[in-house]
Each structure stands twice: as C-alpha cells, then as structure tokens.
C-alpha cells in the first residue's frame, strides 16, 4: 500500500472523498494502478481520530 499524507484547513467528513480525490490528482498527476496495485491508499488526518482513511482509487 503506498501511502500518502494530507493536511486540510477543514475537518473533513466521511462524505469528503471528492475533495480527498481532487488532492490526489493534484499531488499525483500520474497515478496509476502501476503505484498501488491494491488501489488503496492512507490518508492521514493529524486532527481526528482514528485519523486516517483507506480509500480506494478508481
């Protein structure tokens, strides 16, 4: 699993994935299955508890 760590302004809620996604393209503009074969990444929240999610990418 590769893993990546984000730092955002806002809180962010379980519905927040489109704002998770658009970060990562940001951050990682050729992200392919090639760098996760699990499709998975963990996204870290230094301010929550547990403070990270593991989210699957398309």
């Known amino acids: 699993m590769t893993k990546a760590e984000f730092t955002f302004e806002n809180r962010l809620k379980h519905d927040d994935l ?3 996604y658009s970060e990562l393209s ?3 503009p050729y ?3 090639t ?3 699990s499709k998975t990444i963990e996204v870290t929240f230094p301010d929550r508890d547990p403070g990270y999610y593991v989210v699957e990418v398309d």
């Open 35 to 37: 760098l996760a074969p």
């Open 26 to 28: 940001d951050k990682f």
């Open 18 to 20: 489109e704002e998770i």
């Open 31 to 33: 992200w392919d299955h």
